[in-house]
């Protein structure tokens, strides 16, 4: 089983890797994937009882419930999908028998467990809200489309349009991405406590960074709660319903009104003020570092890390931040597009392949698309696209460039409104596309050259 938070790239690359290195074995192998359309390829029951090994490459919060008992196996999708054979290998030498949450578990399962839980956790919550923020972000810039201010008309299609945006789905952006942040540490029990401490997030003014403490708060109370409270066996069938929402509620409501609001609050709007106003220099500085961080590991957790930051300003209509966190994701997969196509014989045909489909995905805003060059000549291209990244950032920056929508790539452009300015937006792509696409271009290393030199 394989999940990404945004379900759409790793989920899908790192299921064909290991279909792919498992036939190579001679292994029957099954993916389900989690995308952002809902389970694909669903593993049967009778296809669970006839395995002999489960493996779930997921940077979420997944239900594993069908695969209690079997041996399995956890990793990221990044590892599934730059070392599968190794992690194959780990997988049928490491494998133990699944328990779902609650049961008894050794203490190092645990404790592997809750080392990765609090990033897993956040990108749960961060896969649930971006629908919601891509939606929300797109009729907002449609209703700017009739004019800046043309939403103040009552009963005008551009105030319907702010009222579905604004006023609905980036109301419920902070409560969505708290509600699934407990949701993934507590299963069902922690989503009212999420979603109300979310709620409270929003009206205490302490936004997405109230909101993420809101949801590991009630996600891991909604847990203690659900672990260590005993009870008859008579009254078990209230916690569940009454006792675990009821304490949560209470507990993460007063913390989130008399605790964690408002100097929550303090600390987002200083945040808010300090982008809105700050100088050329910070802003070019800002840029360049959130678009070198958006090239570093190509969606892993420093990419994930910058996006997340971006999506959650979008909720303070930040958008400067956003417009460069995309742009400099779109670098890596066209600089190697460029590359392929500007030094060619540099190239074996796999790869002059590789770096069309590369282009494509780089116009989606799928970073992922760079991973197999990457992960085949680290040492050079990480170093050309973080710098071209953190140009296309700092330019993007530069030049006031707005993003409404978090997600699309350049096809947001056919969107009114979506991206301001185009012009410039699209001289802060080229310019970092060039710098590394040409970069790599000259430092690759002929591939003939490579294999004659390894022989």
């Given at each position: 089983?394989?999940?990404?938070?945004?379900?759409?790239?790793?989920?899908?690359?790192?299921?064909?890797?290991?279909?792919?290195?498992?036939?190579?074995?001679?292994?029957?192998?099954?993916?389900?994937?989690?995308?952002?359309?809902?389970?694909?390829?669903?593993?049967?029951?009778?296809?669970?009882?006839?395995?002999?090994?489960?493996?779930?490459?997921?940077?979420?919060?997944?239900?594993?419930?069908?695969?209690?008992?079997?041996?399995?196996?956890r990793?990221?999708?990044?590892?599934?999908?730059?070392?599968?054979?190794?992690e194959?290998?780990?997988a049928?030498?490491?494998?133990?028998p699944?328990?779902p949450?609650?049961k008894?578990q050794?203490?190092?399962?645990?404790?592997?467990?809750?080392?990765?839980?609090?990033?897993?956790?956040?990108?749960?919550?961060v896969?649930?809200?971006?629908p919601?923020?891509?939606?929300?972000?797109?009729?907002?810039?449609?209703?700017?489309?009739?004019?800046?201010?043309?939403?103040?008309?009552?009963?005008?299609?551009?105030?319907?349009?702010?009222?579905?945006?604004?006023?609905?789905?980036?109301?419920?952006?902070?409560?969505?991405?708290?509600?699934?942040?407990?949701?993934?540490?507590?299963?069902?029990?922690?989503?009212?406590?999420?979603?109300?401490?979310?709620?409270?997030?929003v009206?205490t003014?302490?936004?997405?960074?109230?909101?993420?403490?809101?949801?590991?708060?009630?996600?891991?109370?909604a847990?203690?709660?659900?672990?260590?409270?005993?009870?008859?066996?008579?009254?078990?069938?209230?916690k569940?319903?009454?006792?675990?929402?009821?304490?949560?509620s209470l507990v993460?409501?007063?913390?989130?009104i008399?605790?964690?609001?408002?100097?929550?609050?303090?600390?987002?709007?200083?945040?808010?003020?300090?982008?809105?106003?700050?100088?050329?220099a910070?802003?070019?500085?800002?840029?360049?570092?959130?678009?070198?961080?958006?090239?570093?590991?190509?969606?892993?957790?420093?990419?994930?890390?910058?996006?997340?930051?971006?999506?959650?300003?979008?909720?303070?209509?930040?958008?400067?931040?956003?417009?460069?966190?995309?742009?400099?994701?779109?670098?890596?997969p066209?600089?190697?597009g460029l590359?392929?196509?500007?030094a060619?014989?540099?190239?074996?045909?796999?790869?002059?392949?590789?770096?069309?489909?590369?282009?494509?995905?780089?116009?989606?805003?799928?970073?992922?698309?760079?991973?197999?060059?990457?992960?085949r000549?680290?040492?050079?291209?990480?170093?050309?696209?973080?710098?071209?990244?953190?140009?296309?950032?700092?330019?993007?920056?530069?030049i006031?460039a707005?993003?409404?929508?978090?997600?699309?790539?350049?096809?947001?452009l056919?969107?009114?409104?979506?991206?301001?300015?185009?012009?410039g937006?699209?001289?802060a792509i080229?310019?970092?596309?060039?710098v590394?696409?040409?970069?790599?271009?000259f430092?690759?290393?002929?591939?003939?050259?490579?294999?004659?030199k390894?022989?």
């Amino acid at each position: 089983m394989t999940a990404c938070p945004t379900g759409v790239a790793h989920t899908f690359m790192a299921a064909e890797a290991i279909e792919t290195e498992a036939k190579k074995r001679g292994w029957w192998v099954k993916v389900e994937t989690r995308g952002s359309v809902g389970a694909g390829n669903a593993i049967t029951p009778e296809e669970v009882a006839a395995a002999d090994l489960v493996i779930v490459a997921a940077d979420i919060e997944v239900d594993l419930a069908k695969f209690a008992g079997k041996p399995m196996y956890r990793t990221s999708t990044g590892l599934a999908l730059k070392k599968t054979a190794q992690e194959l290998d780990k997988a049928v030498a490491e494998a133990t028998p699944y328990e779902p949450a609650g049961k008894t578990q050794t203490a190092t399962t645990e404790g592997k467990k809750e080392s990765a839980g609090a990033y897993r956790h956040l990108l749960t919550g961060v896969s649930y809200m971006l629908p919601m923020v891509v939606a929300g972000g797109l009729c907002i810039a449609l209703s700017f489309a009739f004019g800046i201010e043309a939403f103040k008309e009552p009963g005008t299609l551009a105030a319907a349009l702010m009222q579905i945006g604004g006023g609905s789905a980036f109301a419920l952006m902070v409560p969505v991405l708290a509600g699934y942040i407990a949701f993934s540490i507590a299963d069902r029990p922690g989503l009212t406590p999420g979603l109300i401490g979310g709620m409270l997030a929003v009206s205490t003014g302490s936004g997405f960074i109230g909101g993420i403490i809101a949801g590991f708060l009630a996600g891991y109370i909604a847990k203690l709660i659900s672990t260590q409270l005993k009870l008859p066996q008579s009254m078990e069938a209230l916690k569940p319903i009454l006792i675990i929402p009821l304490i949560s509620s209470l507990v993460v409501g007063l913390a989130m009104i008399y605790l964690i609001g408002k100097p929550v609050a303090g600390i987002l709007e200083g945040l808010t003020h300090w982008l809105q106003t700050m100088g050329t220099a910070n802003a070019v500085l800002l840029g360049a570092i959130l678009g070198g961080m958006m090239c570093t590991d190509m969606g892993g957790p420093v990419n994930k890390a910058a996006y997340a930051f971006g999506v959650g300003l979008l909720s303070t209509q930040t958008y400067g931040p956003m417009a460069a966190i995309m742009a400099a994701g779109m670098v890596p997969p066209l600089a190697m597009g460029l590359a392929t196509m500007v030094a060619r014989r540099k190239f074996d045909k796999a790869q002059q392949e590789g770096g069309k489909a590369a282009l494509v995905l780089g116009l989606c805003f799928i970073s992922e698309g760079a991973i197999p060059f990457a992960a085949r000549d680290p040492m050079r291209v990480l170093p050309c696209c973080i710098v071209g990244g953190a140009l296309t950032g700092a330019i993007s920056m530069a030049i006031g460039a707005k993003l409404m929508a978090p997600h699309g790539g350049l096809f947001v452009l056919l969107i009114p409104g979506a991206i301001t300015p185009v012009l410039g937006y699209l001289v802060a792509i080229i310019a970092g596309t060039l710098v590394a696409g040409l970069a790599y271009a000259f430092l690759k290393r002929p591939e003939v050259d490579a294999v004659a030199k390894a022989a």
